[in-house]
Each structure stands twice: as C-alpha cells, then as structure tokens.
C-alpha cells in the first residue's frame, strides 16, 4: 500500500508569510478596520497585562504601557536607517537578540524582510504594526500593538538611542509576542535569533580549535552572503569591551565583511576585514589602514581594498593574525529564499520529526535496545563538490521550547549520528546499530535550540538518527541538510503495507489431526446446539485458556475484541465463528502468542512498546512512525510497556482494517472511495 512521505525543499521563490493572528485576520485587515472605527488597535493576542511580561514571577515594579505619543512628541518608526545606535538594551537579559538586530542592521534586504517598509507614525498610523520571523521552516507575520512597557514614561525594555524611534522596541515586543513573553527572552544565542529573521543555519568555530579550511569556508560562506560575526572571549565581566592595545575589543561582537587573498613578497597572503559596529576603534597591527605592508603590494589592489578607508571602524587584519587575537567565529548561512539571483546558493532540505514516548523517543546509542526506533532519515549525496567529498551541514532544531517553558518544558538535550546506509532497508533495526559504527555524528549532545555540524563525506547512502540524549523524551524536531551540491533527503520507515496471507482451505473432518480433533471438542462443548460461537462464548474460552498461561500478563480480554475477532474470522456474515472459522483464529493466535513471548526480552508477561514495530512486521503489517506513534500512546502504559490483552486488540484491529481496506481496494491503488455510510459501518466493525 504506498504511501508518500513529506517531503519540504527550498526553491528559488520567496515564500509568503503566515498570518498569526488568532481570529485569522490579516495586518491589512486589522489596521483597515482601526482607521475606518477611528480606534488605535490593542492586541488581544498579546495583551498590555503582567502575563505577557513575566510567567514564573511578579511583575517587580508597577508598569504603564504607553504608545509613543504618550512617551514623547512626533514619535518616529525609523529615523535616519535603521542602524546599531537604535538598539540600547533594557532591564532584560536578551543581549543575544540584541547583538542579533545589531547584525541584521547591515544587511539591508534582510533588514527589509523582518521589518516591513512603509510602517510609521504619520501616515494612516493606527497603533497597528507587524514583523516578519522564520520559525521551523515557514516565515511568520508578526502584529503588534504599540503599546510598551514603561517606568516613569520611559520603555523598560529594548529602547533606541534617539528618544522618538521605536522600530527596535516593537520589534523586540513582537518577538516576545513569537515565544509567549518577554521573560521568556531572557538567555540564548545570538545564533538562534539571527536564524529567526533569515531563515539560516547556524555555525559556531573556535579559532584556537578550527579547521585547516576555515579560511575557504568562511570566503564561500561571504560569497553566499551569510551573516557571519566574530569575537573575543572575557575572563571576568571587568573584560567586557575593554580594549587591548592592539586596538581589539574583548567580549564584543563584530562583523565579517570581507576575505581577499593578495600577493605579497613573491608570495600569497590571505586577510580578513572586520567591522567595528561602533564605527570607529580599529586594530592598529600588519594591515592595518596606514600600516606599510600596504606600500609592499600591487597598487590596483591597495586601491580595491582600501576603498574608503577611514576610521569607519572597518579594518583588515592577516588571517593568521585574526585566528590569534579572535576565539569565536559565528556565521548564518542563508536559504536560497533570502538570497538574489546572482548569489551563490546551497542545495537544502528540510525534512521534521517527533520523538514520541513509547515509539519513537530512542535516546542516543548508549540505548541501544530503543535508539533504533528513533526517526531515520536517509541522504543521498552524489555529486561531490572537491577531493571526491560531499561538503555539508546538518543541523538538528528542536522547536517551540522557548515558548513552552512557561509549562515547565526546557531545552532537551539533542544530538545526532550518521551512518553508511544499509542497502534495501527501509527502517534500520537494533541490529544493524549493534554492528555498525557511525560515519559522523555531532560532537556532543547539548541543551542548545540547534545543533549543527558541518562534514566532507564520500558520495553515497546515508542514514541520519537524530535523537534526544535519553530515551523517553519528547519533543518536535526540525532537519536541515545544506549541501554545496544536490542531495536528496527523506524519512524512512514511511511505508504502510500489510502482507496477511489466505486462510487456508478447510480440512475435511476424516484428515484432521489429533490436535484438530481436540479442538473441535473444545468448540462443540462451548459452542452448544448451533454449533457456532457468539462473542460472549468466545470472550470466556479465552479468558479461560489465557489465564492458565503464567508466561503473560492480561487484564482479560473485552468483549470489543471479541467483537472484532468474530468481524475479521465471520466469513459467512453470521456474527458468530464456525468451527473452520474458529480453527483459523487459534492458529493465528498461536503464532501471535509466540511472537509476544518472542519479544518479551526479560520475561516479563509484558511486550516493550518501542518493539511494536518488529512485532507487527514480523505478523506481516509494516506501519509509518505517525501510526506507531499514535499505537503507542493508545496501547502503551505508564512503563511503555503492552500487555497480551492489548497486543491481541491491536492486531486484530489492524488486520481487521487492512483486509477491509484490500477488499474495497480492488485495484491494488493505495486509495478507496466510500460514502459516509460505509465510513460509519467499517469504523463500527472494526
């Protein structure tokens, strides 16, 4: 029975936002209906109350939310561009999201997609405003009112240098809006929020510790215009922006604007340019604006380079230079989406997953008994892009977790494996894992948004496990593959399909064996004058013949199973069991009970949820993760454990749908039409 997997790919076009709003309204439509009531929008969605500030504590101080015109006169969206002296932080610890706007203010076209132009105070102003997020592979649209938080008629939070422009308040107010509250902006990476206003992927290196590449990584990173920064660690919070008397600022974020690689004393030497955000205090080493290597190289190229050097706070630096006196490189490589025709572009892929207790939260390999049930994805790298490997990025994003801390769920602790695809294999099982090594993986499992790492591998087959570090957890996950060149990517263990043999043809009462002969007594003694079984009858033989097996456990069978046993062996439609009927359904039960016992590894009574799987596939039904996911919250108990009882319900509620199913399905299509009456009656038959 076939069944296609979702597949998500980025394309060249732009993608158009969703609108967030509750009742579905647009940004147009809001503020259209504002002005037309002559009435300043408050948003009901994100109300001017404490509970869209705080959520583990009080509100410390009595706020007032105020609209600009309420703060000062001629209120201003943007003044002058929007640039890094917009952004002052307030009393909340969101410095990883505010040096993220400080990035975002020099990329022009980026700042564009986030803050959406012709927004102001002037004209057709109705206290309505919206911002654009990327968020888990679709771009959101963001409304706001423009009421802000104040303390003695000044913001509280985020605020610009100038007293009348707010573009960098409401932006911030519309991402506290994204993950809940502004409390639940407090401590992140300036990583995860330059990722929400590009839609990219995130790198971090460490200079002291960084590939014998960096160099070209970071030229093709520039060519791809990926949004990249750098830094100096601080020992102490006495170190933050203090600066060296190299002219190097410690614990400051500055920008990568430029590699070249020049000739220089018969030989070649490769620079760095930086950008102070401040605009001014520059490194004063080699190379830098009035240094004399510059007098030593061709002049077309001290010209190219040294266009317009000034102290502008943007500088250059030898590459070996910059890797001594910076620790930390960070760089967000850009979709295709958020890049112009002319740029180079990575190939990507987007595929998402769940890790669901009982089914398919794994954990990591140290589990090896559950880590193969963990969602798998296989990559498939053909073309490589230099000395016959494949370069490319894997990044794992666990979703909504800022959002949910407000329920008491914080980041979990993610990571991945990957390993050379076995051929023909749909899902990989424990044993392929029991011996077979990974390929690559990610460094380590951390409590971070993402993990990301990038590798060069040989062209070939892979398999991708991601997976939380214990077992047992849930969350939603995101996986993003960028590849210098195509690859393709999809979830396996998305087939569903069952193969339930005939049963067999009837054997006449003279060829039965003594064991058949047996059973017969037993159904003419339960069975009675009509010599057939209702559900009732059939409930007490099997309660009676279960209980007397000590090797499993079960709360006795129901009388609903017993319903669907005689709807899938009632060939004749009499909604009772024959005597050949009833001999089919003990073989089958049989074979059922040897498999349970089978995968009841430590004996006791009890089947693991996580072994569904195999169990199922072993009687001939093979079924995606959504289905196993949803079976095991259904089936599984408290210990993600099944008891006979639910096992037997499961599967024959399932060969029961599937043979229905096959039956209406008389062109072996994957697909059926029915009326709602035939809905109702295959649902209440099953």
């Not at 190229?301 to 001594?324: P, Q, Y």
């Not at 794992?396 to 980041?411: A, F, H, I, P, S």
């Not at 430590?602 to 949820?609: K, L, N, T, V, Y």
Request: aromatic share 10%; net charge negative; hydrophobic share 35%.
């Amino acid at each position: 029975m076939p069944y296609a997997p979702t597949l998500f790919s980025t394309s060249d076009k732009k993608i158009q936002a969703v609108d967030t709003q509750a009742d579905g309204r647009t940004y147009e439509q809001l503020r259209q209906e504002c002005l037309q009531r002559n009435k300043l929008f408050e948003d009901p969605d994100f109300p001017a109350k404490d509970s869209s500030l705080f959520y583990s504590q009080s509100v410390p101080v009595s706020f007032e939310w105020k609209r600009p015109g309420e703060i000062c006169q001629n209120p201003k969206f943007i003044v002058g561009g929007a640039t890094r002296t917009d952004i002052c932080q307030g009393q909340l610890g969101d410095c990883w999201l505010l040096a993220a706007i400080a990035s975002l203010t020099l990329h022009e076209e980026l700042l564009a997609r986030v803050i959406l132009p012709e927004q102001s105070f002037d004209h057709s102003y109705a206290g309505i405003f919206h911002f654009q997020f990327w968020q888990h592979n679709q771009w959101l649209d963001v409304i706001v009112d423009d009421r802000l938080p104040c303390v003695r008629n000044k913001p509280v939070f985020l605020h610009s240098a100038e007293n009348n422009e707010f573009w960098s308040a409401l932006l911030e107010k519309a991402y506290a809006k994204l993950n809940s509250s502004y409390e639940a902006l407090k401590g992140g990476s300036t990583l995860e929020a330059m990722e929400d206003f590009t839609g990219g992927v995130g790198e971090i290196y460490e200079t002291k510790k960084a590939p014998g590449d960096l160099f070209t990584i970071l030229k093709k990173a520039l060519d791809r215009r990926s949004m990249m920064g750098c830094s100096i660690d601080i020992t102490s919070s006495a170190e933050s922006e203090a600066q060296t008397s190299s002219g190097l600022v410690k614990g400051h974020a500055y920008s990568i604007t430029g590699l070249e690689e020049v000739n220089y004393r018969g030989g070649k030497v490769r620079l760095i340019r930086i950008r102070n955000p401040w605009g001014q205090v520059e490194w004063n080493g080699p190379w830098s604006d009035n240094s004399r290597e510059w007098s030593i190289i061709d002049k077309a190229d001290k010209t190219r380079l040294l266009e317009n050097a000034t102290d502008d706070g943007e500088f250059w630096m030898e590459f070996e230079d910059f890797k001594v006196n910076y620790d930390r490189v960070e760089l967000c490589n850009l979709t295709p989406d958020s890049l112009t025709e002319d740029t180079k572009k990575w190939a990507v892929n987007i595929l998402e997953g769940s890790w669901v207790r009982g089914s398919t939260a794994g954990g990591c390999r140290n589990y090896i008994d559950t880590f193969w049930t963990n969602p798998q994805f296989k990559l498939k790298l053909e073309d490589a892009d230099k000395d016959d490997q494949c370069s490319v990025i894997v990044a794992l994003m666990q979703k909504n977790r800022r959002r949910l801390r407000k329920e008491g769920l914080d980041l979990e602790t993610i990571g991945f494996a990957i390993y050379q695809c076995p051929e023909n294999e749909d899902h990989a099982e424990k044993d392929f894992f029991r011996f077979n090594s990974s390929k690559a993986r990610s460094r380590t499992y951390i409590n971070t948004r993402e993990v990301s790492e990038r590798f060069a591998l040989p062209p070939g087959n892979y398999l991708l496990v991601p997976t939380t570090f214990q077992p047992h957890h849930e969350a939603d996950f995101l996986v993003r593959i960028f590849s210098e060149t195509k690859a393709g990517a999809l979830e396996v263990g998305n087939t569903i399909g069952a193969d339930l043999p005939d049963p067999p043809v009837p054997t006449r009462p003279e060829e039965e064996t003594d064991e058949e002969k047996g059973l017969r007594k037993l159904f003419e003694h339960i069975a009675g004058s009509d010599q057939a079984i209702s559900a009732q009858e059939l409930q007490d033989v099997l309660n009676g013949v279960l209980s007397r097996r000590k090797e499993i456990k079960f709360d006795g069978v129901s009388l609903s199973t017993c319903h669907s046993i005689i709807n899938l062996m009632d060939v004749d439609g009499s909604g009772m069991i024959e005597f050949q009927e009833f001999k089919v359904f003990w073989e089958k039960l049989k074979k059922w009970m040897m498999l349970f016992l089978s995968f009841d590894t430590d004996r006791s009574g009890r089947m693991s949820s996580y072994e569904l799987r195999s169990a199922l596939k072993a009687v001939g039904i093979q079924l995606n993760n959504q289905l196993l996911q949803l079976i095991a919250l259904r089936f599984a108990d408290d210990n993600f454990e099944i008891d006979f009882d639910d096992y037997l319900t499961c599967i024959v509620r399932l060969e029961n749908m599937f043979r229905v199913f096959q039956a209406m399905d008389r062109h072996n299509r994957g697909q059926v039409s029915m009326n709602f009456q035939q809905f109702l009656m295959l649902s209440m038959n099953v």
